[in-house]
């Protein structure tokens, strides 16, 4: 079975600093990649994705992923965040049958 | 457009009683999805699924769990003889394309 894992159980960081959060996946087939954002009291949305293609992914709000086949990584990152990325993000694989396994999560707070 | 929605928001129960859970997809999504999101166990793939075919329940935790999906449209989870290790969020998502969209959730709690 495939698994992900999320380097950060907890980011603490200050507005304007950069963010680089770490995922990693067991899988060695063809995957699909995703990270989610879970704002405060709001339901899981998709930050961006990887099908195919370029591996350097950009996606709403700033995010980019660069997914690294060699490392089995897929590593979230933002050059500036601001107080309202303070969120949970999930990081999630799926090797195209369909079922998500995601990450254990990664709390971020953005000190303002 | 009329996003994933999920009802109710919140339900308590008391163990051993029965709850069901409703999912009413995004328009047009041919895949359903429910997840299940808890403190000890992150988020888990419950069932699946797709059209007309059978549906994957290899999440499902054990057998008081099922779920229907009538008419292509709307799904039903049903807890049955509810548990406190039940309670969490179980969320409903759905697709077209690979993409999953996921409803705000149902929080259970188990008294």
């Known amino acids: 079975a495939q698994s992900v894992s999320q380097h950060n159980h907890h980011v603490i960081l200050s507005e304007a600093a950069s963010l680089e959060l770490g995922c990693n996946y067991s899988?060695?087939?063809?995957?699909?990649l995703f990270w989610y954002v879970q704002y405060p009291g709001q339901h899981l949305q998709l930050l961006l994705k990887?099908?195919?293609?370029?591996?350097l992914v950009k996606g709403i709000k700033g995010f980019e992923a660069e997914f690294i086949k060699s490392k089995f990584s897929f590593n979230l990152r933002k050059p500036s965040v601001q107080w309202s990325d303070t969120a949970e993000y999930f990081c999630?694989?799926?090797?195209?049958?369909?079922?998500?396994?995601f990450g254990a999560g990664t709390t971020v707070t953005v000190r303002a | 457009g009329a996003g994933v929605s999920q009802s109710p928001s919140n339900k308590v129960t008391e163990k051993g009683k029965d709850v069901e859970l409703r999912c009413d997809p995004i328009?047009?999504?041919?895949?359903l999805y429910w997840y299940r999101q808890s403190l000890g166990q992150g988020l888990e793939f419950l069932i699946y699924?797709?059209?007309?075919?059978?549906?994957?329940k290899s999440g499902l935790p054990s057998d008081r769990f099922s779920a229907e999906r009538t008419g292509g449209s709307v799904s039903t989870l049903t807890i049955q003889r509810t548990q406190q290790e039940d309670s969490a969020v179980y969320l409903c998502?759905?697709?077209?394309?690979?993409?999953?969209?996921f409803g705000p959730g149902t929080r259970l709690t188990v008294t």
């Open positions: 899988y060695g087939g063809t995957v699909n």
């Open positions: 699924f797709q059209g007309n075919s059978a549906p994957d």
């Open positions: 999630a694989v799926t090797n195209n049958d369909y079922k998500l396994s």
């Open positions: 990887y099908f195919s293609g370029d591996p």
């Open positions: 998502a759905s697709s077209l394309a690979g993409e999953q969209y």
């Open positions: 328009s047009g999504h041919t895949a």
